[in-house]
């Protein structure tokens, strides 16, 4: 903290006042827009958790295209709105597709940090971190189009076989957009945050920690997976925290690579249940973007709009309070 | 800043070059599965190059090989054929359009933000909130931001900011409502960016200045703020890259359309208050999963988004460079 100015009273006290409070309204005005934006689309979401349940509002039941459908459909008259939707199965989507990739992330992520910090030859380090910073800024559009124009036919045609179309064909169509894609492609966009995150905090690391183990004769791999990855590890959870949301959230992506069906990949079927469609919920809402003017069906997807709006403020706060501890130790991620 | 992976050049623990000399520590000689572990480091590092070299070597030949000239200069048609549908000189401009309208917006408030948060930071409790909230806004996913902005831009009371319908119900979609929204993405790096360069000034600056008698206002504005204006720069650059790749945003609140549509009146004015596209909302549309169905075209609009974005990431790294 600067130490206030001596000569601040004479000299034009209420300027200096002024300031603080105009630039204190913004910060207020930022903290206001959050509360609001929580506020307002809880509102608009009520009808819907209301009329289904809460429970039963995330519980499994019927197929949620043809329940869309419905609602979609419903009559003009506010008294007979349609509200039914069991909204499980995008649920279920959401829930893989982050789990997967945010547990891919993790190792790849993790890895990946120990080497730049680590082993890497200086050359390989200079070509490493303008890469990660690539991944990160590549918008999520090309990898949904990549995903869906190079990916995606080449799975249908060397990864499935015949016969497990086949096996699946009564219950749904197997045809290379699913779950493996969504999940592989969401993995590729989350880890660069979380390699530049841990890159940070494993740098950070007191270098006489390390030193002292080497001097103990344990060697380079092991002095990073017992000294610095432990130090480093409330920057590590941060990082897979913040992942996970960024992960609830991407829509544009899952919307064009997971398959345009909301269908729960069941888990039992083994290697097929991979190729299986996902639509998680951030990706419905962008595919029935258009059916917004029908009141009953806008609450329904202001409805999911809240449940992943909820869970990412959730996490970023979890975030944010997992990483006060490292402030500490002077790390800032 | 979580959304804005940028690496801070790591110093290595020790030089491995002078530990392997002095014969203490050779690979070979670790246990079976510290070397594995040594190999799987050098694997995903190498996979993470892998990666990045297949997106921009798949982008360099379908882009340049579908890119034509003309496509930069033409507006889109609406059209069944992929060769009658025009070029997407309009995305482009709407791309330009929102992302100045969102940085214009994001740049002041991140900057009075991060000013606040660093320099008065009064009452704690207060600075704290505000703190977690700013972090919250970079946590929330666009395609909320987007819906909110839909229930906000959609009240009668900014009805002169979009379009109303004869009926008198507010369309509430227009470059204003998406560039406010799209402020909101790259708000959060700014005040990171903000904030990262005032702590880094030596208390030595701020200090010379009130010995000259400067209030802290004017020290802020004449001394603190000058002296970083690359971090802002490279702050308000990693925003821009955020709005330039953001698609949810664009789809919802935008309207998605192919041309930009004014909303009649002045000539400025009834563009802002009306709807358009972007390059992100381009390919999007035109991928197998939008409704126009062009490959070829999203290759190439693809490819120049790309292009933007990776000119925005080396302008970042220059700033970051200039700032060591």
Request: hydrophobic share 55%.
């Given at each position: 903290?600067?130490s206030?100015?001596?000569?601040?009273?004479?000299l034009?006290?209420s300027?200096?006042?002024?300031?603080?409070l105009?630039?204190?309204?913004?910060?207020?005005?930022?903290?206001?827009?959050?509360?609001?934006?929580?506020v307002?689309?809880?509102?608009?979401?009520?009808?819907?958790?209301?009329?289904?349940?809460?429970?039963?509002w995330?519980?499994?039941?019927?197929?949620v295209?043809?329940?869309?459908?419905?609602?979609?459909?419903?009559p003009?008259?506010?008294?007979h709105?349609?509200y039914?939707l069991?909204?499980?199965p995008?649920i279920?989507?959401?829930?893989?597709?982050?789990?997967?990739?945010?547990?891919?992330?993790?190792?790849?992520?993790?890895?990946?940090?120990i080497?730049?910090?680590?082993?890497?030859p200086?050359a390989v380090?200079?070509?490493?971190?303008?890469?990660?910073?690539?991944?990160?800024a590549v918008p999520?559009v090309?990898?949904g189009?990549?995903?869906?124009l190079?990916?995606?036919?080449?799975?249908?045609?060397?990864?499935?076989?015949?016969?497990?179309k086949?096996?699946?064909?009564?219950?749904?169509?197997?045809?290379?957009?699913?779950?493996?894609?969504?999940?592989?492609i969401?993995?590729?966009?989350?880890?660069?945050?979380?390699?530049?995150?841990?890159?940070?905090?494993?740098?950070?690391?007191?270098?006489s920690?390390?030193?002292?183990?080497a001097?103990?004769?344990?060697?380079?791999?092991?002095t990073?997976?017992?000294?610095?990855?432990?130090?480093?590890?409330?920057?590590?959870?941060?990082?897979a925290?913040l992942?996970?949301?960024?992960?609830?959230?991407?829509?544009?992506?899952?919307a064009?690579v997971?398959?345009?069906?909301?269908?729960a990949?069941?888990?039992?079927?083994?290697?097929?249940?991979?190729y299986?469609p996902?639509r998680?919920?951030a990706?419905?809402?962008?595919?029935?973007?258009?059916?917004l003017s029908?009141?009953p069906?806008s609450?329904?997807?202001y409805?999911?709009a809240?449940?992943?709006?909820?869970?990412?403020?959730?996490?970023?706060?979890?975030?944010?309070?997992?990483?006060?501890?490292?402030?500490?130790?002077?790390?800032?991620? | 800043m979580?959304?804005?992976?940028?690496?801070?050049?790591?110093?290595?623990?020790?030089?491995?070059?002078?530990?392997?000399?002095?014969?203490?520590?050779?690979?070979?000689s670790?246990?079976?599965m510290?070397r594995?572990?040594y190999v799987?480091?050098?694997?995903?590092?190498?996979?993470?190059?892998?990666?990045a070299?297949?997106?921009?070597?798949?982008?360099?030949?379908?882009?340049?090989?579908?890119?034509?000239?003309?496509?930069?200069?033409?507006s889109?048609?609406?059209?069944p054929?992929?060769?009658?549908?025009?070029?997407f000189?309009?995305?482009?401009?709407?791309t330009?359009?929102?992302?100045?309208?969102?940085?214009?917006?994001?740049a002041?408030?991140g900057?009075a933000?991060?000013v606040w948060?660093?320099e008065?930071?009064?009452?704690?409790g207060?600075?704290r909130?505000?703190?977690s909230?700013?972090?919250?806004?970079a946590?929330?996913?666009?395609v909320?931001?987007?819906?909110?902005g839909?229930?906000?831009?959609?009240?009668?009371?900014?009805?002169?900011?979009?379009?109303t319908?004869?009926?008198?119900?507010?369309y509430?979609?227009?470059f204003?409502?998406?560039?406010a929204m799209?402020?909101?993405?790259?708000l959060p790096?700014?005040?990171?960016?903000?904030?990262?360069?005032?702590?880094?000034?030596?208390?030595?600056?701020?200090?010379?200045?009130?010995?000259?008698?400067k209030?802290r206002?004017?020290?802020?504005?004449?001394v603190?703020?000058?002296?970083?204006?690359?971090?802002?720069?490279?702050g308000?650059?990693l925003?821009?890259?955020?709005?330039i790749?953001?698609?949810?945003?664009?789809v919802?609140?935008?309207g998605?359309?192919?041309?930009?549509?004014?909303?009649?009146?002045?000539?400025?004015?009834?563009?802002?208050?009306?709807?358009?596209?972007t390059l992100?909302s381009?390919?999007?549309?035109?991928?197998?999963?939008?409704?126009?169905?062009?490959?070829?075209?999203?290759y190439a609009?693809?490819?120049v988004?790309?292009?933007m974005v990776?000119?925005?990431?080396m302008?970042v790294?220059?700033?970051?460079?200039?700032?060591?």
């Amino acid at each position: 903290m600067p130490s206030p100015s001596p000569t601040r009273k004479r000299l034009g006290f209420s300027a200096e006042r002024r300031a603080e409070l105009g630039l204190g309204a913004v910060a207020v005005g930022v903290l206001a827009f959050v509360v609001a934006m929580l506020v307002t689309v809880a509102v608009k979401a009520w009808p819907s958790f209301a009329h289904n349940g809460y429970y039963e509002w995330f519980s499994p039941g019927g197929d949620v295209g043809v329940q869309l459908k419905a609602i979609i459909n419903s009559p003009a008259d506010p008294a007979h709105y349609v509200y039914h939707l069991r909204a499980w199965p995008l649920i279920w989507d959401t829930l893989l597709t982050t789990a997967v990739a945010v547990i891919c992330g993790l190792a790849l992520s993790l890895l990946s940090a120990i080497f730049i910090v680590e082993f890497a030859p200086a050359a390989v380090r200079r070509v490493l971190e303008p890469v990660v910073r690539l991944l990160a800024a590549v918008p999520s559009v090309i990898f949904g189009l990549i995903g869906i124009l190079v990916v995606v036919p080449w799975i249908n045609e060397h990864l499935i076989s015949q016969g497990r179309k086949q096996s699946v064909a009564e219950v749904v169509q197997l045809n290379g957009a699913g779950l493996l894609v969504a999940s592989a492609i969401l993995t590729v966009m989350i880890t660069p945050i979380m390699v530049a995150i841990t890159v940070n905090a494993l740098a950070a690391v007191p270098r006489s920690w390390t030193e002292g183990s080497a001097a103990l004769g344990v060697n380079r791999w092991r002095t990073m997976w017992r000294v610095s990855v432990r130090a480093a590890r409330p920057a590590i959870v941060a990082g897979a925290v913040l992942a996970t949301a960024r992960a609830l959230g991407e829509a544009i992506m899952l919307a064009m690579v997971g398959g345009s069906r909301a269908f729960a990949p069941n888990l039992l079927d083994g290697i097929t249940a991979l190729y299986e469609p996902v639509r998680p919920l951030a990706a419905t809402i962008i595919t029935y973007k258009d059916n917004l003017s029908v009141v009953p069906m806008s609450q329904t997807l202001y409805a999911m709009a809240a449940v992943v709006l909820v869970s990412t403020a959730g996490l970023s706060l979890a975030a944010w309070a997992v990483k006060q501890p490292l402030k500490r130790y002077g790390i800032r991620i | 800043m979580a959304s804005a992976p940028q690496l801070a050049a790591p110093a290595p623990l020790a030089p491995p070059s002078g530990r392997r000399a002095r014969g203490q520590d050779s690979i070979s000689s670790w246990p079976l599965m510290d070397r594995a572990g040594y190999v799987a480091c050098w694997a995903a590092g190498l996979l993470l190059c892998a990666l990045a070299a297949v997106i921009v070597g798949v982008m360099l030949v379908k882009g340049i090989s579908y890119l034509r000239p003309s496509l930069l200069v033409q507006s889109p048609k609406p059209s069944p054929g992929q060769s009658g549908s025009g070029g997407f000189l309009d995305p482009i401009e709407g791309t330009l359009l929102l992302t100045a309208i969102g940085i214009a917006l994001a740049a002041p408030t991140g900057v009075a933000v991060a000013v606040w948060l660093a320099e008065y930071r009064r009452p704690v409790g207060l600075a704290r909130a505000v703190e977690s909230g700013v972090e919250m806004i970079a946590g929330v996913p666009s395609v909320v931001l987007a819906f909110f902005g839909l229930l906000m831009f959609a009240r009668p009371a900014l009805a002169f900011l979009s379009q109303t319908s004869a009926g008198g119900a507010v369309y509430g979609r227009s470059f204003f409502a998406a560039g406010a929204m799209m402020s909101l993405l790259a708000l959060p790096l700014v005040v990171a960016a903000t904030r990262e360069g005032l702590t880094q000034i030596p208390a030595q600056m701020r200090e010379a200045s009130y010995a000259l008698g400067k209030t802290r206002a004017t020290t802020i504005r004449r001394v603190l703020l000058p002296s970083i204006r690359p971090s802002i720069a490279s702050g308000a650059t990693l925003g821009m890259g955020r709005i330039i790749g953001d698609t949810a945003i664009v789809v919802i609140l935008l309207g998605s359309s192919l041309r930009l549509e004014g909303a009649g009146g002045a000539p400025v004015l009834s563009t802002l208050r009306g709807t358009g596209g972007t390059l992100t909302s381009y390919v999007f549309e035109n991928s197998p999963a939008g409704e126009g169905n062009a490959p070829q075209k999203a290759y190439a609009a693809a490819f120049v988004l790309l292009m933007m974005v990776l000119a925005l990431n080396m302008a970042v790294a220059r700033l970051s460079r200039g700032r060591r």
